[in-house]
């Protein structure tokens, strides 16, 4: 297996929600409206749990989001629903199924969850669309 195939399947293992389960997620979980003032326009730069890759995604005003996921670029679109799960549907990651995440934020870190309270991804957050995306 090639290295770039490992590591787009280490991705989407990790975004299917394959880590470890949590007691309690890190920090507060962040509503709607909080998730929309403070993610959407921006450019988020973290790394998937459990040693993933590095990413770098920007999530447009118009319900677009980009991503670069080691060596590999997708988009899709998102939505936000009214009590607070962040949705997306790529075009490669997770051969285009929807994933619903809960979305947490400690201090200056943010935190996708999945919906079974595991950890997928921590990120932190610079304004506008600083990765060229």
């Known amino acids: 297996m090639t290295v770039a195939r490992t590591m787009v399947t280490t991705a989407l293992l990790t975004m299917l929600g394959c880590g470890a389960a949590l007691a309690d997620p890190p920090g507060k979980r962040m509503s709607a409206d909080e998730i929309k003032a403070e993610l959407i326009g921006n450019t988020s730069i973290g790394a998937m749990a459990n040693g993933g890759s590095a990413f770098v995604g920007y999530t447009t005003p ?72």
């Open 62 to 133: 118009e319900g677009v989001q980009k991503v670069k996921l080691g060596a590999m670029q997708d988009s899709g679109s998102y939505q936000i629903t009214a009590d607070g799960r962040w949705c997306t549907k790529w075009q490669k990651i997770s051969g285009g199924q929807e994933l619903c995440r809960l979305v947490y934020k400690d201090s200056d870190t943010y935190y996708w969850i999945d919906l079974a309270g595991s950890i997928v991804a921590s990120f932190k957050v610079k304004a506008g669309n600083t990765g060229g995306l």
